[in-house]
């Protein structure tokens, strides 16, 4: 088919003994974690785990910058378990996401315009330039689930420049990846080539040109990115 111009590549990732991964959309859970979300001012007892979206090409994929992002002054990395679907539907059932529709996973970074995010939740706007931002989801090569095995607990981990910023357990998210899979699917359908970034523990705080940021779940490719200045 002609078009108007040239469209948009696929965006895809590298996946371990498989054809690259076409993404197709990215969806994300806020507040999954207990820890994490009584430090941003929840309560995990109250306050149900909820879904956002970030668009495909923010993807930062094979590129060891992450070009520090205009429009904030408080940019914050967020380590996370990122699940992908190869299988879509809707109403999936619980006690099928594991082995139907995972196809692997993969080591994610939620950058987060901190400064813009607080500034929408006082006024009640959406966040999607806090969150939904050009590069706002480095993301490793998949390890297929073959590979990877089922992950229900592990260690996520995030360091800066070395230190441990983010220590948690993947254990500990409260949606646990079938009852997340069940329910974003009772929202929307779901298809092939579907991310979902999980969550992440307590910790985060601001990162400055120059960091190199080590993003880690056990099991899994880890990933490595260096905050480098901003675009001109
Ligand atoms: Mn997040």
New binding site residues.
């Given amino acids: 088919m002609d078009y108007a111009f040239p469209p948009a590549p696929v965006v895809t990732l590298d996946a371990m003994s498989s054809n690259p991964f076409p993404v197709r959309r990215i969806f994300?859970?806020?507040q999954n974690y207990p820890d994490h979300a009584r430090e941003m001012g929840a309560d995990p007892g109250r306050d149900e785990p909820f879904f956002f979206m970030k668009p495909p090409g923010a993807i930062l994929h094979n590129q060891p910058v992450f070009p520090y992002p205009p429009g904030t002054a408080d940019l914050q990395p967020?380590v996370?378990l990122v699940v992908a679907l190869h299988k879509g539907g809707k109403n999936i059932p619980v006690d099928r996401v594991d082995y139907d529709y995972v196809f692997g996973y993969a080591v994610g970074l939620?950058m987060?315009r901190r400064d813009l995010q607080r500034a929408a939740r006082e006024k009640g706007r959406p966040w999607d330039m806090a969150k939904a931002f050009d590069h706002s989801a480095p993301c490793s090569a998949i390890t297929p689930e073959f590979y990877a095995g089922n992950i229900s607990r592990g260690k996520i981990e995030l360091k800066v420049n070395g230190d441990i910023r983010q220590s948690g357990d993947v254990g500990d998210m409260i949606l646990k990846i079938p009852q997340m899979v069940h329910t974003l699917s009772t929202l929307v359908e779901l298809f092939p080539g579907d991310l979902i970034?999980t969550?992440?523990p307590a910790g985060v705080g601001p990162v400055v040109p120059g960091d190199v940021i080590e993003a880690t779940v056990a099991g899994l490719e880890p990933l490595i990115v260096t905050i480098g200045e901003p675009a001109r």
């Fill in positions: 994300c859970v806020g967020e996370e939620d987060t970034f969550g992440t």
